[in-house]
T-cell receptor
Framework: KAGVTQTPRYLIKTRGQQVTLSCSPI?????VSWYQQTPGQGLQFLFE???????NKGNFPGRFSGRQFSNSRSEMNVSTLELGDSALYLC??????????????FGPGTRLTVT | AQSVTQLDSHVSVSEGTPVLLRCNYS??????LFWYVQHPNKGLQLLLK??????LVKGINGFEAEFKKSETSFHLTKPSAHMSDAAEYFC????????????????FGQGTILTVHP
């Protein structure tokens, strides 16, 4: 099976712009989670989607949003970029449906640099 | 609420010697616990998982971890380190989805950088 894929791998944006990142989960996985990784804050949970519905959200401002399509592919969007948004954004997919958590499989990430 | 504390930010070992990476967790529910590894400029790879079956869990590349509820610990070990083990390791907790508060959310420790000397 192909793994989780993320596009683009690298992005450079200017403050105030917006950006859209894309994630394709492992075939058959319906849950997609997004994380932000920075040297100072480590890995932090952004949100999770399952069957096109956001089921959980982390403590990030409303500038961070996402969506999931009927084929389970997911996008996240960051509007009005700030310097502090520079990070590695990781997408993970899982079989998780109910109750006990399943392991998540991560993509290679998108490295976003805001100048 | 759940949290993870990795007790060492850096661990340095010689090739061929044992590896011990320490992790304590806190969880309101019966947790699922994981160890992930991240090599430089790479994504996260799952090493092993604990989901309330056997308390001693075996993973890939010779790693294993033991779940100790009384000590709220989930330490990662390997009998003999290899140069290719040099990477950053993350202890991760996921609570029950009961109540819907943990859907899809993994809580990561701050990471332990493992250095392996020849």
């Amino acid at each position: 099976k192909a793994g989780v894929t993320q596009t683009p791998r690298y992005l450079i944006k200017t403050r105030g712009q917006q950006v859209t990142l894309s994630c394709s989960p492992i075939s058959g996985h319906r849950s997609v989670s997004w994380y932000q990784q920075t040297p100072g804050q480590g890995l932090q949970f952004l949100f999770e989607y399952f069957s096109e519905t956001q089921r959980n959200k982390g403590n990030f401002p409303g500038r961070f949003s996402g969506r999931q399509f009927s084929n389970s592919r997911s996008e996240m969007n960051v509007s009005t970029l700030e310097l502090g948004d520079s990070a590695l954004y990781l997408c993970a997919s899982s079989l998780a449906v109910w109750d006990r958590a399943h392991e998540q499989y991560f993509g290679p990430g998108t490295r976003l640099t805001v100048t | 609420a759940q949290s993870v504390t990795q007790l060492d930010s850096h661990v340095s070992v010689s090739e061929g010697t044992p590896v011990l990476l320490r992790c304590n967790y806190s969880s309101s529910y019966s947790p699922s616990l994981f160890w992930y590894v991240q090599h430089p400029n790479k994504g996260l790879q799952l090493l092993l998982k604990y989901t309330s079956a056997a308390t001693l869990v075996k993973g890939i590349n010779g790693f294993e971890a033991e779940f100790k509820k009384s000590e709220t610990s989930f330490h990662l070990t390997k009998p003999s380190a290899h140069m290719s083990d040099a990477a950053e390791y993350f202890c991760v907790v996921s609570g029950s989805n009961a109540g819907g508060t943990s859907y899809g959310k993994l809580t990561f420790g701050q990471g332990t950088i493992l250095t392996v000397h020849p």
